[in-house]
């Protein structure tokens, strides 16, 4: 692909709106699938709308049902762009942790990542990735839909995916390491504009290397919208451990209390 095809390729990518998994502190990863809450359409819809005067070429996103409505409510905007979905955009699978209150192990896991540096290190249980492995299958398929871009001459791609994968990919992207996804946490339907500088052998280890323009942007999200959650604030509000999420045998996402719930 020619360099200056590729030059010319600008990525939004976008975290997903707010859902309930999201709401009760609870890790949201791969098999978790819970569409977006009503804060959270709220969240998309401004999204859609800050797109509404932006060139837009293509929309893709993870095969999530909260990334799709996220991206559906920018193609509102946008009725003849194409729009897509692939699974290696899906979110890190993060194990016996998914669906789990974040205090109990993914804090931890956290710190390891992005403090201690262990992209390595798996979520624990079976079928979890680590940083790596998430980059080893979420890369090339960002590699795939920069090159079939500006194969097309499409400028300007939204891509709406996950907190954890985002992160993971900027930092391959912006500096070539994993080491540094610490620094890009993002929070929900936040906007990232990243510039294009090479595809392939050019790009180092990951096959895309970029530019940011901005990083994490909620500018335009009215302070009503955001989100009130986060996992540091989950510390001091314990009673949120008292509920999980799980997937019953018929595939439903169902909410567990722990204890009796609060009066």
Wanted: net charge negative.
């Amino acid at each position: 692909m020619p360099d200056a095809a590729v030059e010319q390729v600008t990525l939004y990518l976008i975290r997903h709106g707010e859902t309930e998994v999201n709401r009760r502190n609870c890790v949201q990863g791969k098999r978790i699938d819970p569409p977006l809450n009503e804060r959270g359409q709220q969240q998309a819809e401004c999204v859609g709308r800050h797109f509404q005067d932006i060139k837009v070429d293509w929309i893709v996103t993870s095969a999530a049902q909260r990334a799709i409505e996220t991206g559906t409510a920018v193609s509102t905007h946008h009725p003849g762009v194409p729009l897509a979905s692939f699974s290696a955009l899906n979110e890190l699978e993060f194990g016996d942790l998914e669906g789990r209150h974040v205090t109990t192990g993914y804090n931890d896991l956290v710190v390891k990542w992005d403090t201690d540096h262990c992209a390595d290190l798996a979520a624990p249980g079976a079928g979890s990735e680590s940083p790596t492995a998430c980059a080893q299958r979420a890369m090339p398929c960002i590699q795939d839909i920069v090159e079939a871009a500006a194969a097309k001459g499409w400028q300007h791609v939204c891509i709406v995916a996950h907190s954890r994968l985002i992160q993971i990919v900027l930092a391959a992207m912006l500096d070539g390491s994993l080491r540094t996804m610490g620094k890009y946490k993002q929070k929900k339907a936040a906007i990232n504009t990243i510039k294009v500088s090479a595809v392939g052998g050019a790009a180092g280890q990951w096959g895309v290397s970029a530019v940011a323009l901005k990083v994490n942007s909620v500018e335009h999200m009215p302070n009503d919208v955001l989100s009130r959650v986060s996992s540091a604030g989950a510390m001091a509000n314990r009673k949120d451990e008292l509920v999980c999420f799980e997937v019953d045998s018929s595939g439903v996402l169902v909410l567990r209390y722990l204890s009796a719930p609060p009066h």
